[in-house]
């Protein structure tokens, strides 16, 4: 059995649009991908850490503990040996009390692919590859997160690219989300029911070719 962890956010974890419910794990993307890796005859288990808010490296001046950063490591070594991270974050780093560009959350990201890597594994447990997943485009946020968002479309524009180019200088694989899937019309950040099947579909024909037979 090999274990695959999800490092990711509300995009992930299934947070139903301009609710606070959450989608069933056969519905969230993760569990998807999981149900089709098994009908390729893969023998994984999908471990999901998704945190509503969660950044790449930066706090949230109003929720503790956002900072994707911390504790990375240590889920590292608590789930180890991993067959792979899976780490798709940046959304929330273009919240409305952030300045960022796409620039910065690429840096974080490239930070969080540094911190899979030097994590403190037991002897001899392999060093997990990483695929870093570049969340949909945002659109301009609606509902009850827009003030949350303000402004977040059109810092985070150029992030797919940004993080094409840090993966390569890390030598490590990437995948566009928006490549298959778009943000929900009802508020413009997360993803619908419909697009959690489809980029769990496409993420589990990408995961197959990066598993070890």
Known sequence: MQQILVYSDSLSWGIIPDTRQRLSFDQRWPGVMESALHQRNQQVRVIEDCLNGRRTVFEDPYKPGRNGLHGLAQRIEIHSPLALVILML????????????????????????????????????????????????????????????VGAAEKSVGLAAAYSAVCQQAQCAFFDASSVVHTSAIDGIHLDADQHRLLGQALAAHVYALLPN
């Open 90 to 149: 940046g959304s929330n780093d273009f919240q409305s009390m952030h300045a960022h560009t796409a620039w910065h959350a690429a840096q974080g990201m490239a930070c969080l692919i540094q911190a899979v890597r030097q994590a403190p594994i037991e002897p001899g447990m392999p060093i997990p590859p990483v695929l870093v997943v570049a969340p949909p485009a945002l659109q301009t946020a609606k509902g009850s997160i827009a003030p949350k968002f």
